[in-house]
T-cell receptor, first 113, second 111 residues
Framework: GQNIDQPTEMTATEGAIVQINCTYQ??????LFWYQQHAGEAPTFLSY????GLEEKGRFSSFLSRSKGYSYLLLKELQMKDSASYLC??????????????FGTGTLLAVQP | DVKVTQSSRYLVKRTGEKVFLECVQD?????MFWYRQDPGLGLRLIYF???????EKGDIPEGYSVSREKKERFSLILESASTNQTSMYLC??????????FGDGTRLSIL
């Protein structure tokens, strides 16, 4: 079966660091994506991992361990505008050309002053 | 910048009506997707298309059909709308193997 798990909600303080975890069990693996979605808006692409290790992009980093079926999104120097849902999505083995993704239910992050 | 445009932000229809949701992308992407997003259930794939006139069922295709007559346009059709199809509908497009880009969504209410 296909399953992607993320925490439903998290709370963090402005200026702090937060880590959002994602575990997955899929029929195969061909890449993992993180998206950010503000309330009432479209998801926007944040990061992509296909090999093990850390990908850094400014304040945001994403880590992947394929052997553990695990990823995390790390947000540093949190700002109020980072309050949003963060979606983890996996592209399975057969999704290379069609780019079909399986999404988790998302983690709602609330950043407090 | 990639632009994915959905024809309506908000739509109200009645049970039994045939409903058309339109999506247009301006980046010549091969792949296009229709999702619905519901609280607690996340994004669920309804249908996708990897080429003109090609379509594949996603995870929840029942009650829906799609049309892709031109590369830039992907239409979602609710054949006979029902109240359980009240949802946020999101369209996305992408080239092969690259991130999907989403439209702003259509919040559809079926009364």
């Amino acid at each position: 079966g296909q399953n992607i798990d993320q925490p439903t909600e998290m709370t963090a303080t402005e200026g702090a660091i937060v880590q959002i975890n994602c575990t997955y069990q899929t029929s195969g693996f061909n890449g993992l994506f993180w998206y950010q979605q503000h309330a009432g808006e479209a998801p926007t692409f944040l990061s992509y991992n296909v090999l093990d290790g850390l990908e850094e992009k400014g304040r945001f980093s994403s880590f992947l361990s394929r052997s553990k079926g695990y990823s995390y999104l790390l947000l540093k120097e949190l700002q109020m505008k980072d309050s949003a849902s963060y979606l983890c999505a996996v592209r399975d083995l057969y999704g290379g050309a069609t780019n079909k993704l399986i999404f988790g239910t998302g983690t709602l992050l609330a950043v407090q002053p | 910048d990639v632009k994915v445009t959905q024809s309506s932000r908000y739509l109200v229809k009645r049970t039994g009506e045939k409903v058309f949701l339109e999506c247009v992308q301006d980046m010549d992407h091969e792949n296009m997707f229709w999702y619905r997003q519901d609280p607690g259930l996340g994004l669920r794939l309804i249908y996708f298309s990897y080429d003109v006139k090609m379509k594949e069922k996603g995870d929840i295709p029942e009650g829906y059909s799609v049309s892709r007559e031109k590369k830039e346009r992907f239409s979602l059709i609710l054949e006979s709308a029902s109240t359980n199809q009240t949802s946020m509908y999101l369209c996305a497009s992408s080239p092969p193997s690259w991130p999907q880009h989403f439209g702003d969504g259509t919040r559809l209410s079926i009364l």
